[in-house]
């Protein structure tokens, strides 16, 4: 069973910073692509950021760009989300994905839930105003 695993959320100030960490639990596995997303309470899941192992490529939502920073290690294990000048609007509880293979769709599709084949349980992150 893959599983992935969040950390690092937590309570922040506006205008603070964060660092997220997904990983796999348990055995090591090969992505293509991994992905970040965000639900807050009573509203649908969003895309926050995507990345891919082999180019580096990033892909970000209009309303964290310059502000968010996806990354992943040397090792291809493990994937952050650096958030910097946090705003109350982006607590919610953050979700990392992974994209097992590749896909020439997923240059267009990388913002859709559906396009990931695992998920983590999520990390809360709280912004304080």
Same mark, same amino acid.
């Given at each position: 069973? #893959?599983?992935? #695993?969040?950390? &690092? !959320? !937590?309570?922040?100030?506006? &205008? &603070?910073?964060?660092?997220?960490?997904? *990983?796999?639990? !348990? @055995? =090591?596995?090969?992505?293509?692509?991994?992905?970040?997303? $965000?639900?807050?309470?009573?509203?649908? @899941?969003?895309?926050?950021?995507?990345?891919?192992w082999s180019s580096? $490529? /990033?892909?970000?939502?209009?309303?964290?760009?310059? @502000?968010? =920073?996806?990354? &992943?290690?040397?090792?291809?294990? =493990?994937?952050?989300?650096?958030?910097?000048?946090?705003?109350?609007?982006?607590?919610? #509880?953050?979700?990392?994905a992974a994209k097992?293979?590749?896909? *020439?769709?997923?240059?267009? /599709?990388?913002?859709?839930?559906?396009?990931?084949?695992?998920? !983590?349980?999520? =990390?809360?992150? /709280?912004?304080?105003?």
């Amino acid at each position: 069973q #893959v599983q992935l #695993v969040e950390s &690092g !959320g !937590g309570l922040v100030q506006a &205008g &603070g910073s964060l660092r997220l960490s997904c *990983a796999p639990s !348990g @055995r =090591t596995f090969s992505t293509y692509a991994m992905g970040w997303f $965000r639900q807050a309470p009573g509203k649908e @899941r969003e895309f926050v950021a995507a990345f891919r192992w082999s180019s580096g $490529r /990033t892909n970000y939502a209009d309303s964290v760009k310059d @502000r968010f =920073t996806i990354s &992943g290690d040397n090792a291809k294990t =493990t994937v952050f989300l650096q958030m910097n000048s946090l705003k109350p609007e982006d607590t919610a #509880v953050y979700y990392c994905a992974a994209k097992l293979s590749f896909s *020439a769709l997923y240059s267009s /599709t990388y913002s859709s839930p559906g396009r990931y084949d695992y998920w !983590g349980q999520g =990390t809360q992150v /709280t912004v304080s105003s």
